[in-house]
């Protein structure tokens, strides 16, 4: 009974502190952690599993988060999420547990984090979430209003379809690994961003690239370089869904070597580009795990 509760909550848990966390290990702990803290419970007193367990992942995720931000401090070049294989692409889901949104979470405090996420997010009332983060209900309207309004100001207003997403990321690839910068500067806003993730354990940018000019010409060599010591033609390639949007996955030398998710809007135009190669952010999408994150 303790385990079948459990079991059928947890992918609820897991989706919970992933989008508070921003990594999918550190999620796994917390939702191991809430286990163990449900396992010792007294569950003569529990009224509502669900909200308990909410309760447990979110505290414990909120301290992992407070620990974490310390270490992202010091960390080496941008520090990004790390994606994860999902299956809610062209679905609400998908805008909540995008990379672009969870970098702008990352500006949020813990408590303005969890609170974002399980209100914008999961739909618990002001006083669920009271409950779950142990705060006066005032104190959560508040901290729900500053995330609010933080978030709204910065994230991506509007993005492509799910259809128009894969069309650019397959024609954005072709153009880079062709040496086609007239086509690259077409597809490219003139403003975007490159936001690349190498954590000080490979070559990568320590600074984001911003300005189509430069990123056309950062990508336009794609085709005739090495990639992480590896050639195109010793890589291997897979367009798979990463964090609710079309990416790219990259294989080489018998790993992970690294992954790309572009952010189009509307138009068509790619405004943001995330690049992760740091070889601790692959293990999630090394294990081939397909992560189900529908609220």
Do not use: C
Not at 124 to 134: G, L, P, Q, S, Y
């Amino acid at each position: 009974m303790t385990t079948d509760v459990f079991a059928a909550h947890r992918r609820l848990l897991f989706s919970v502190a992933y989008r508070i966390l921003g990594t999918a290990a550190d999620a796994e702990d917390a939702v191991q952690d809430a286990w163990v803290k449900w396992s010792a419970a007294d569950r003569a007193d529990v009224a509502e599993p669900k909200a308990y367990l909410v309760r447990i992942v979110s505290n414990v995720a909120m301290d992992r988060l407070r620990t974490a931000r310390s270490r992202r401090e010091v960390y080496v070049g941008p520090w990004l999420p790390e994606p994860i294989l999902t299956s809610v692409e062209g679905k609400p889901e998908s805008d909540t547990v995008s990379l672009a949104l969870l970098v702008v979470l990352e500006s949020l405090s813990p408590l303005e984090r969890a609170v974002f996420v399980l209100k914008e997010v999961f739909g618990f009332t002001h006083a669920e979430i009271a409950d779950a983060v142990e705060r006066s209900e005032d104190a959560v309207r508040q901290a729900a209003h500053r995330a609010r309004e933080h978030v709204q100001a910065r994230r991506p207003r509007f993005h492509a379809t799910a259809v128009k997403q894969r069309e650019v990321t397959e024609r954005f690839f072709a153009a880079a690994t062709g040496g086609d910068i007239n086509t690259l500067m077409q597809l490219l806003a003139p403003d975007v961003t490159v936001w690349t993730d190498g954590g000080g354990k490979v070559r990568q940018a320590l600074q984001p690239v911003t300005g189509a000019s430069r990123v056309a010409a950062w990508f336009a060599t794609f085709g005739s370089q090495p990639y992480q010591g590896v050639s195109l033609a010793d890589m291997r390639v897979e367009f798979v869904e990463l964090n609710g949007r079309s990416g790219i996955v990259f294989t080489g030398a018998g790993r992970v070597i690294g992954t790309l998710v572009l952010d189009v809007d509307l138009d068509g135009r790619v405004v943001a580009i995330h690049n992760v190669a740091n070889p601790d952010k692959l293990r999630a999408v090394a294990t081939g795990e397909v992560h189900d994150l529908r609220q």
